[in-house]
């Protein structure tokens, strides 16, 4: 793996915890690098098995389910 | 309204006139969009009081990172330009030119009902406490610094470090009770009631903060009161991780060498002393009244106790001695977030009570323009990119985000807007997306928890339904999170707006459901809590059935003599009775039982057994309040010696022989019969009080009468500590026991005597005893038919549970149901009556309405389910039901669910195996149509 | 006590018990006016890093 590898990661935020979290982050400006692309749910549960399956096989490097 | 003071109240309760002065915040509200430019421009540094001084802020500033409302103020005590005439930095930078030095304080008058006093109260300053060197040893903090200095969004960024050196520390010491029953230093005579449990929790949540494997946490105290639910359970479980409890009050405390640590001087119970090292010690402060109070009671004339809280009664707990103002929280007396937040329900209605006929006068309802029908139509999306002043556009290429979004398919309309959420722009908005007919939206700009009804309601103004609006977060999730990345930044921005195009473009039109609701209530139990409950919604307004097991009404109240005040039960008590049964609006069935339930919040059907015959009552709420017995000993002779009894026999004893009573030479009272064990391991939280209580009132009988109560840890909390101070100075003797060392009971013809270690004297001792009273536990009714009937939560000890503990302390799990008194959590009187009340606040928010709106995101069944009811076990609020049709002349299965149990988690949605049930809004086509979307670049 | 009230409630404190109050009796139907004496609500429940005795953040 080059040095220069940027992972791209699909992440399923969950509403009520991670996705307002991420907001936090935003108002305190911690910075972190751009890789993940966000999806609200309203919850983390709500999440199938299927969907993370075919991020990987569409190409996404890491799938990442906060709640 | 912010910056506020109440500093005036005239006229009578129904009809107040109150004044207010607002302090300039120098910012306009309206214009402010929390981009925070003002703050980083702002020269002047000052004390962060948020954070206890821990770190500085700026005098352009925002309280906290999710401060409601979120816009910024000026400090005009620290502000340059207000303080010296020179700077306005903020105003040359402000994008939205919300900086108004021309501010000024204003007064307003309000004419109103009823007060609500929630004021709170002040954390114990320590300054004073020379003997702590807290004002000299960087290493002493207070509790409430602690929490700053562990909080992830506080100024250690959650890692914790000595003040002194900026290092992990190591040992770490908790000393309790600093301004707290402490008649030396301070006139706190009281008990906080919650720092024991704060200093527990920040010694085990230090333990997360910190990567050091050596940590170790120690706790002095005096006695540990762990008295509220789940609480001793709590710490059981710190003991068991290893926190150290050393039962002492530390006399001194100094820095340690270089002023960096410190030393801890204390005594042990035995005599021996010791000075020991720690990094860092935690003041774990009290509560104490705030000078505002004082001024508030002056002013209005409302009474105050001798601590400075307000004054109410036991059966009207949140009432202030002036009618028409009620007080809740911390400013009643000292205690902890559950019961503040169940009193301020109580308050309400308590508050509203008298207003009912005036209900619904003042509230109004918007109007929108019919609803456009979309079905049929191609998606026709609108894309508006907003700049947020220079927030997004200092940092993404708003241009670029721009032409990118014509390029996306079905897009027809893009745009830019300097401040997508300014009320211009919600006109301009109406106007293009009736003139393009669009019927998608995405908004490009900040995050959809808190701008999304805002869009939603233009989308309404507009006649689009609220549900085909999508944003996509480029504000905080990507400007202020790249600001030094801004290629790759524009990059995430494109593609956040093309997931939010792919997922729009399959949004459709989803209805709020509406719910009819019946306004009728049923109270379960005929306690005092039971009865309040059913007073309090009666005098809401609506009609109330109230059921009781036995054949009278009043509960356990019968046998209790007084409450923690002296107050006399059994005249208020009556009186209660026959307010219940004399109210046109209440019903009373006794001998009753309920024996089934359907429906959900807002119509429930029940059966009910009423001396062997059933009847239907329907409701659209109800309140449990069906109470908890005293357990009975199987220890201490009870049971073998006329003399061994317990509480409520004890009361009963007093009451009819207290000729005999006052005979007794000497009188032994053994604490934690039967709480605090394996088998019940919780603290039954009055005993200790009514131990106290009756002590006291043994001494009023007799003055030379020898008393000692035998106990773990003298648990009278709050105000009740005045009680404890009482009984010493009268002479009565506290003696600590071990529960692995506990008492021994014996007689001798006759004769009773108990036996005990004393640990001061550090030797056996027998105490002869003319009456052994057992403060045995308070244990919980057989509750589970209920729980089985309407599918509520209890612990594990049996009592019913709430749906959060801190947050909705008398909501049940299952909506519509709420609940009061023992069958809760042993309490005593004043705080099951706050508890009744609140459950009717709580329930009148229901009843009150004709019909319940229930947002739209909520599970639906598709036509693939084949009823293999694997979600039926996850759904959390038991929201899906299996049913039977026909079809083709076959009986099928399939699920059902229930809109308003459903609460859109989509467990169902993640767990079906054939696409049988989707969320509303979320369904896997929507959630998959925005990963395809994520990944169609690479 | 007025013989024809008002429907309408002021509220002391924008702490979690004055939130609380001000929820119930604005969603059954009366208005109410929220006073805070400093720039925002939440109070010191605000200020906590987590709760006992669930440990849930108090936010």
């Known amino acids: 793996m080059s040095d220069n590898f940027e992972p791209v990661i699909v992440g399923f935020l969950c509403n009520w915890c991670a996705y307002a979290g991420g907001d936090l982050a935003g108002v305190s400006r911690l910075q972190y690098p751009p890789n993940m692309r966000p999806i609200r749910v309203m919850c983390s549960g709500m999440v199938h098995p299927d969907i993370v399956v075919e991020a990987l096989t569409q190409g996404a490097d890491g799938v990442i389910v906060m709640g | 309204m912010t910056l506020s003071e109440l500093i005036d109240v005239s006229g009578e309760a129904g009809n107040f006139t109150a004044t207010v002065r607002q302090k300039p915040r120098y910012v306009d509200m309206e214009k402010c969009i929390a981009c925070g430019q003002c703050s980083e421009k702002c020269p002047k540094k000052v004390d962060d009081e948020y954070n206890m001084g821990i770190n500085k802020r700026k005098a352009a500033y925002i309280k906290y990172g999710q401060t409601v409302p979120l816009k910024y103020a000026i400090d005009a005590q620290h502000c340059l330009y207000l303080t010296r005439g020179k700077c306005r930095a903020c105003e040359k930078f402000c994008p939205t030119h919300a900086i108004n030095f021309h501010d000024s304080e204003k007064i307003f008058t309000f004419n109103v009902g009823s007060i609500i006093l929630a004021a709170g109260y002040k954390p114990f300053d320590p300054t004073p406490y020379d003997h702590f060197a807290y004002q000299h040893a960087p290493d002493v903090v207070t509790g409430l610094q602690y929490e700053r200095m562990l909080s992830a969004s506080g100024p250690c960024m959650g890692h914790l470090v000595k003040p002194s050196t900026g290092k992990e520390p190591q040992k770490i010491a908790w000393i309790q009770c600093v301004g707290s029953r402490d008649r030396s230093r301070t006139t706190h005579s009281y008990c906080s009631s919650v720092c024991c449990m704060y200093a527990i929790k920040q010694a085990l949540v230090t333990a997360e903060h910190t990567a050091n494997k050596e940590l170790q946490q120690t706790i002095f105290y005096m ?3 762990s008295h509220n639910k789940e609480f001793e359970r709590y710490y059981e479980d710190a003991k068991g991780k290893g926190i150290r409890f050393v039962r002492a009050r530390p006399h001194t405390i100094e820095g340690g060498r270089n002023n960096i640590g410190v030393n801890i001087s204390y005594c042990l119970e035995d005599g021996r002393t010791f000075i020991e090292n720690f990094d860092l010690a935690v003041l774990s402060t009290g509560i104490e009244a705030s000078e505002d109070v004082r001024m508030l009671a002056e002013k209005i004339g409302f009474a105050l106790d001798q601590h400075g809280f307000v004054t109410t009664s036991s059966f009207d707990p949140v009432t202030s001695t002036t009618p028409g103002i009620f007080v809740t929280g911390a400013m009643q007396s000292p205690k902890a977030i559950p019961r503040a937040v169940t009193e301020a329900s109580a308050a309400a209605a308590e508050a509203s009570r008298a207003l009912v006929s005036a209900r619904g006068t003042l509230t109004r309802q918007k109007t929108y323009p019919p609803e456009h029908d979309v079905s049929g139509e191609k998606p026709r999306v609108g894309v508006f990119v907003c700049s947020c002043g220079i927030n997004i556009a200092s940092v993404v290429d708003v241009k670029q985000v721009v032409d990118y979004a014509h390029t996306l398919p079905y897009v027809v309309h893009v745009e830019n807007n300097l401040f997508s959420c300014s009320t211009d722009a919600q006109e301009h908005f109406v106007h293009i997306i009736k003139s393009h007919k669009l019927n998608r939206i995405v908004v490009a700009a900040c995050t959809p928890r808190t701008h999304e009804p805002l869009f939603q309601d233009t989308l309404r103004e507009a006649g689009l339904n609220a549900y085909l609006l999508e944003m ?96 006399p039960l059994r005249p208020l008590l009556e009186d209660m009775i026959a307010q219940v049964e004399g109210h046109p609006r209440i019903t009373v069935y006794k001998n009753a039982q309920i024996k089934t339930c359907i429906g959900s919040v807002g119509n429930f059907v029940s059966k009910v057994e009423i001396d062997g015959e059933m009847r239907a009552v329907t409701y659209g709420a109800a309140v449990i309040a069906t109470g908890a017995k005293e357990h009975r000993p199987t220890e201490y002779l009870y049971g073998q010696h006329p003399k061994v009894m317990t509480h409520l026999d004890f009361d009963a004893e007093l009451r009819d022989h207290p000729a005999q009573v006052k005979t007794a030479q000497n009188v032994v009272f053994i604490q934690c019969v039967g709480s605090r064990e394996p088998e019940r391991p919780y603290c039954s939280r009055v005993c200790c009080t009514h131990s106290v209580q009756s002590a006291l009132k043994l001494k009023e009988l007799n003055p030379d009468m020898n008393i000692y109560v035998l106990n773990r840890d003298v648990r009278t909390y709050g105000e009740r500590e005045d009680l404890y101070v009482k009984a010493r100075e009268r002479g009565v003797i506290f003696i600590r026991y071990e529960v692995e060392r506990k008492p021994k009971a014996s007689q001798n013809g006759g004769a009773l005597a108990v036996d005990v270690f004393d640990p001061i004297l550090q030797r056996d001792i027998q105490l002869p005893a003319d009456y052994l009273v057992l403060a045995s536990a308070i244990v919980p009714h057989d509750n589970h038919e209920l729980v089985e009937l309407y599918k509520c939560g209890q612990n594990e000890d049996g009592f019913l549970n709430e749906a959060h503990p801190k947050l909705r302390p008398v909501d049940m799990t299952v909506d519509g149901l709420f609940l009061a008194g023992l069958c809760n959590y042993p309490k005593p009187i004043d705080e099951a009556v706050g508890q009744a009340k609140a459950a009717a606040s709580r329930a009148n928010v229901i009843l009150s309405k004709t019909t319940m709106e229930l947002d739209a995101i909520k599970s639906f069944v598709t036509e693939k389910c084949d009823g293999c009811a694997l979600c039926l076990d996850v759904c959390p609020y038991r929201a899906i039901k299996l049913e039977e049709y026909q079809r083709d002349g076959a009986t099928h299965k399939r699920i059902v669910t229930d809109s308003a149990l459903c609460k859109g988690c989509g467990l169902c949605q993640a767990t079906c195996p054939k696409e049988g049930v989707y969320v509303h809004g979320f369904t896997l086509g929507q959630l998959k149509a925005q990963v395809h979307s994520a990944l169609e670049a690479i | 006590m007025a013989e024809q009230p008002v429907g309408s409630i002021m509220v002391v404190g924008g702490g979690i018990a004055g939130i609380q109050a001000t929820l119930d009796l604005a969603e059954s139907g009366y208005y109410v006016y929220l006073i805070e004496k400093s720039t925002g609500i939440g109070g010191v429940m605000s200020q906590l890093d987590k709760t006992f005795p669930t440990n849930d953040c108090a936010m």
């Open chain 2, 472 to 567: 996509a977060n480029i504000r905080n999730h990507n400007s202020w999170v790249h600001q030094k990345d801004p290629q790759r930044a524009t990059e995430k921005a494109k593609d956040q707006v093309r997931m939010a195009v792919a997922k729009v473009s399959l949004n459709y039109p989803l209805k709020n459901l509406e719910v009819k609701v019946n306004p009728k209530a049923l109270v379960i139990g005929g306690g005092v809590a039971g009865m309040t409950a059913a007073i309090s919604l009666a005098d809401q307004g609506h009609e109330v059935v109230l059921l009781e097991r036995s054949e009278r009404l009043g509960g356990n109240t019968w046998h209790i003599n007084e409450t923690w005040r002296g107050t």
């Open chain 2, 223 to 225: 006695d540990i009161r």
